[in-house]
């Protein structure tokens, strides 16, 4: 049976390894718009998460398999229609994740200083299609959201350059976040501390900061709360002091605001500060350079698929006859990476009860049509290039020093200037 699986993300690369311990001699052929592979491992987990990051060995070791094979800068809807992967392949699975910020849909949300999180996530993970954000003169950023992504972009944000050694942070962004004069974090949640979606490890990271400290804007929210672990941990942060006292060396103050509900974004040619409802109807302002909406991701389109609400419409996987979806594409932009591996489990079962070999032609078919459009795509070869590149350069303050554009990649990997 030939199988394409569209995107290399952990969603993607798990649904190969599940397939390939179901469907014996499968054929996989895994896609990627960019030369490189593993999605969100690469370009959503925090750079200084290292240990989360560590899994694409484990997603490599998949691509690598003799039944794998990786299409790296085929993007399906420009070098490929979804209808040709059809001809080419029994089955087709989207593994494309979500990718878009969910918007606020509050005035002033385009103003210059106002990212969603996808977009500034992407950026300081050196994505090729992420726009720089007017990172200048930051004194004060508002972060929206009570998940862990507003926590890794608060954490990022925080440390200083010592601790982001090790890390894939890039040396410019590193330098560019390190000169902003930056004093305090607003962590702005709508529901209250026991309803907030961090996990206590992530949270707890930041009352071990260097030049950070955590504080509480209003403590008797917490006394209140119902006791959860994330309330526990939040009580711990009170305990170490609610104020910035004279002696205290930590010169960025981490506050956690709970109850408010973004109203609007307010600023003159751009971001100034962010305006929100309190539970007493009552309206506050924090002033801010930056506002960074950490609130949820959409999937796009994949050529003619077309997400309703932000994901694909399926039946425990099935989008259509031998067209099929898995991860955050399937499921909407939740749980942990090991939560796409239970998934995968799950859609590459339907997929071995419901397909069977029509005899295709898998990737040769691929090969000789992406041929035929002179299409610059790599392989698994060519992106081990790319990472050797990569880790090479790094210097010794980090792990590696991505190449940020598709370009770069393709010189890396060998490929002919186009
Ligand atoms: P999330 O956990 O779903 O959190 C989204 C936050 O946005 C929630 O606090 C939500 O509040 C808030 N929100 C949504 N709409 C809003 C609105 N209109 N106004 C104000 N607030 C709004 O999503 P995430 O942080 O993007 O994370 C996505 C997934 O990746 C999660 O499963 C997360 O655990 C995972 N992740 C894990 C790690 C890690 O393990 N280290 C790191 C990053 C991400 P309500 O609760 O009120 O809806």
């Known amino acids: 049976m030939k199988i394409a699986i569209v995107g290399s993300g952990p969603a993607g690369c798990y649904l190969a390894d599940q397939l390939l311990r179901l469907v014996p001699g499968c054929a996989i052929d895994v896609i990627d718009r960019l030369p490189v592979p593993f999605g969100l491992v690469r370009y959503g987990v925090a750079p200084d998460h290292q240990a989360t990051k560590s899994v694409s060995r484990i997603l490599d070791r998949t691509l690598a398999h003799k039944q794998v094979n990786f299409f790296g800068n085929v993007e399906v809807g420009r070098d490929v229609t979804l209808e ?102 607003h962590i702005v949640g709508r529901r209250g501390p026991a309803d907030a979606k961090f996990t206590p490890h992530e949270l707890a990271e930041l009352g071990n900061l260097k030049r950070a400290k955590p504080f509480i804007a209003d403590p008797e ?35 956690f605001h709970f109850y408010l509900a973004p109203v609007a974004f307010v600023g003159y040619g751009r971001l100034q500060a962010v305006k929100f409802r309190a539970k007493d109807g009552k309206e506050v302002e924090i002033a801010a350079d930056l506002a960074v909406t950490c609130i949820g991701y959409e999937s796009l389109p994949c050529c003619t698929a077309k997400p309703v609400d932000g994901k694909f419409a399926n039946a425990d996987g099935k989008i259509d006859e031998r067209l099929y979806v898995v991860g955050w594409a399937k499921r909407g932009p939740s749980g942990v990476i090991a939560s796409s591996r239970s998934d995968a489990q799950l859609v590459a079962k339907k997929i071995a009860e419901d397909v069977s070999d029509g005899g295709r032609r898998g990737g040769e078919g691929l090969r000789e049509h992406l041929q035929s459009k002179n299409a610059r795509f790599l392989d698994h070869t060519g992106w081990k290039r790319i990472n050797d590149a990569e880790v090479a350069r790094a210097g010794e303050h980090r792990c590696r020093e991505k190449f940020c554009s598709v370009e770069e990649m393709l010189e890396a990997s060998g490929k002919s200037p186009s």
């Open 84 to 185: 040709q992967l059809l001809s080419f392949y029994d089955a087709v699975a989207l593994a494309t994740g979500a990718q878009r910020d969910r918007r606020l849909g509050i005035p002033g949300e385009n103003l210059p200083g106002v990212i969603g999180s996808g977009s500034f996530v992407a950026w300081y993970n050196g994505h090729p299609d992420a726009k720089i954000p007017p990172i200048e003169n930051i004194k004060s950023v508002v972060v929206i959201g009570n998940g862990n992504v507003a926590i890794d972009v608060a954490r990022v944000l925080a440390k200083e350059p010592s601790e982001l050694a090790g890390s894939d942070l890039s040396h410019d962004i590193t330098q560019l976040l390190a000169a902003q004069p930056l004093r305090e974090i």
């Open 221 to 255: 929210e917490l006394e209140k709360a119902d006791a959860t672990p994330i309330v526990g941990v939040l009580e711990k942060f009170l305990e170490n002091g609610n104020c910035q006292d004279s002696n205290e060396q930590r010169s960025v103050s981490v506050v």
